[in-house]
């Protein structure tokens, strides 16, 4: 009842305060107070290697937790612009109060290093609930392997954390791939959690070894120790190639139909600017269709016959936000481009390449 009482009265007020929701007004006073926006703020900044920044951070009243594996989307301004990138939390999912992000800085991560270099310690960020079916059985299996590299451990440890916080009694394999010990920034996080669990056997390999003598390892068969059964789940997570190399050999032994997957490396289709606009564009919780004829997706939206709220047109107030479930979209101010689904996109600066479905 006092849920129901507290949803009418925020309508009314969204309703007074038309044109911008309540939330823009209240971050005047403090980004941390919010009445339906879920924001996070910055706890503590670790470097715990040159190339990444681990963040604590501690979510607003709407944050309702994760399941270990998920993602969230992390968002922050730079430059005016709001910039937003998925990020899987890597803490155990039995904390439902704070969130820990590890983010690693790639040389074209114009995010990334943003995040890595200027975060700090009050810092409120926006954030939203958390999604993705990278997920462990509710019922936990017996024997569980994990395999990851670089940034995909992430989701990962997450799992392995959950399973101690849980007490888990099964038998787990977990492979990772550093670089070197230098770019490893749960390290000690393993060694601490292999000392733990002496029953569970935890194996770091190197890809990018200091020294002449050392020797690069990639995935191989035999680093997984003991037989890999078809009926025993696999989670892997990391680039490309680490992909490629367990998912041949899993089908060579008849496993692949227990792979468990998320891929970290997205690359969007480029968008030719030259091109002509093409595709439909479709407002899913309108039942409306459109053909895209290139304008911004608010300005498509108003030819529809629709009226998403909006602000200043200029990308500046965030109040045209919706999520984009699927398709490629361009960044009208920055010409970024993003193909994932999912996610707040702002329409008054965003345009549709070809299909896309969002939810006005």
């Given amino acids: 009842m006092a849920r129901t009482i507290s949803k009418i009265l925020g309508?009314?007020?969204?309703?007074?305060?038309?044109?911008?929701?309540?939330d823009?007004?209240?971050?005047?006073?403090?980004?941390?107070?919010?009445?339906?926006?879920l924001r996070a703020e910055v706890i503590t900044v670790t470097h715990r290697s040159d190339r990444s920044?681990?963040?604590?951070?501690?979510?607003?009243?709407?944050?309702?937790?994760?399941?270990?594996?998920?993602?969230?989307?992390?968002?922050?301004?730079?430059?005016?612009?709001?910039?937003?990138?998925?990020?899987?939390?890597?803490?155990?999912?039995?904390?439902?109060?704070?969130?820990?992000?590890t983010v690693t800085a790639h040389d074209d991560g114009f995010v990334s290093r943003h995040l890595?270099?200027?975060?700090?310690?009050?810092?409120?960020?926006?954030?939203?609930?958390?999604?993705?079916?990278?997920?462990?059985?509710?019922?936990?299996?017996?024997?569980?392997?994990?395999?990851?590299?670089?940034?995909?451990?992430?989701?990962?440890?997450?799992?392995?954390?959950?399973?101690?916080a849980e007490n888990y009694r099964g038998h787990v394999d977990f492979i990772h791939y550093a670089r070197n010990t230098a770019d490893h920034p749960y390290a000690r996080e393993l060694d601490s959690l292999a000392a733990d669990h002496p029953e569970w056997n935890i194996d770091t390999h190197y890809t990018r070894p200091a020294g002449a003598a050392?020797?690069?390892e990639h995935f191989r068969p035999d680093h997984l120790p003991g037989a890999t059964t078809p009926s025993?789940?696999?989670?892997?997570?990391?680039?490309s190639a680490l992909h490629s190399s367990v998912r041949e050999h899993l089908a060579e032994i008849g496993a692949l139909d227990n792979l468990?997957?998320?891929?970290?490396?997205?690359?969007?289709?480029?968008?030719?600017?030259?091109?002509?606009?093409?595709?439909?564009?479709?407002?899913?919780?309108?039942?409306?269709?459109?053909?895209?004829?290139g304008e911004s997706i608010l300005q498509q939206a108003e030819s529809a016959g629709l009226q998403p709220e909006f602000g200043c047109?200029?990308?500046?107030?965030?109040?045209?936000?919706?999520?984009?479930?699927?398709?490629?979209?361009?960044?009208?101010?920055?010409?970024?481009?993003?193909?994932?689904?999912?996610?707040h996109i702002q329409l008054c600066i965003s345009k549709p390449v070809g299909d896309c479905v969002i939810d006005i």
Avoid at 11 to 22: D, F, G, I, K, N
Avoid at 25 to 35: A, F, H, Q
Avoid at 232 to 239: D, E, S
Wanted: one cysteine or more; aromatic letters at 6%.
């Fill in 313 to 343: 047109r200029m990308g500046i107030c965030f109040s045209c936000t919706a999520i984009k479930r699927s398709g490629l979209t361009k960044n009208i101010l920055t010409g970024d481009t993003d193909a994932e689904s999912d996610q």
């Fill in 214 to 216: 050392a020797s690069s």
């Fill in 24 to 37: 823009r007004y209240l971050e005047l006073v403090d980004p941390r107070i919010t009445w339906t926006d």
């Fill in 116 to 164: 890595r270099d200027n975060t700090r310690p009050g810092d409120v960020l926006g954030l939203t609930p958390a999604a993705g079916t990278f997920t462990m059985p509710t019922e936990r299996p017996g024997r569980m392997i994990f395999i990851s590299a670089g940034s995909g451990i992430t989701p990962v440890l997450s799992m392995l954390r959950t399973l101690a």
């Fill in 260 to 293: 468990h997957t998320e891929q970290f490396v997205l690359i969007p289709p480029a968008a030719d600017d030259d091109a002509p606009a093409h595709g439909q564009l479709t407002f899913a919780a309108s039942g409306t269709d459109a053909p895209n004829n």
């Fill in 53 to 101: 920044v681990t963040l604590l951070l501690r979510p607003t009243r709407q944050w309702t937790g994760f399941d270990a594996g998920q993602f969230v989307q992390l968002s922050t301004v730079i430059n005016g612009v709001r910039h937003t990138r998925c990020y899987s939390p890597a803490g155990s999912a039995t904390d439902r109060d704070h969130i820990e992000l």
């Fill in 11 to 22: 309508s009314v007020v969204e309703a007074a305060l038309t044109p911008h929701p309540v």
């Fill in 232 to 239: 025993t789940p696999v989670f892997l997570c990391g680039p």
